[in-house]
């Protein structure tokens, strides 16, 4: 089991880190060129949908990202809003239902948390 955490400024354009670390690491776990993009796609849809509903411009998004067997495991938050809701949009939860095996966002103590894992599906 391997972990590996990254914190990025609140600010779109630091997603591209994230995907670059999802990358290397679903490579470590054999997947193939299609299972890499899905990874890297849904970081990004989560990542980019926390960002957007946070209201620090000077807040971190921690991304930590488990290699677990055969799976990978992203959990990434931000502060949350106080009383505010979140949901994911229609075409976003239609992206991630079809790149990962789970994924979720739930808001709790304080911060806004996604979550996803996606499993390796090749065998050697």
């Not at 690491?25 to 949908?49: K, P, Y």
């Not at 990434?76 to 949009?89: E, S």
């Amino acid at each position: 089991m391997w972990d590996v955490t990254l914190s990025i400024p609140v600010s779109l354009e630091f997603v591209r880190l994230a995907r670059l670390v999802a990358s290397g690491l679903g490579a470590q776990l054999n997947f193939t060129l299609d299972d890499i993009e899905d990874v890297r796609m849904a970081v990004d849809e989560l990542c980019s949908a926390l960002i957007d509903a946070t209201s620090d411009p000077r807040g971190t998004l921690t991304v930590q990202f488990r290699l677990d067997g055969g799976q990978l495991h992203m959990e990434a938050y931000v502060p949350a809003i106080a009383g505010q809701r979140f949901a994911m949009d229609e075409i976003s939860t239609h992206i991630l239902r079809a790149a990962v095996d789970r994924h979720e966002v739930e808001q709790t103590n304080g911060s806004l948390v996604a979550r996803m894992t996606k499993q390796c599906l090749t065998t050697d």
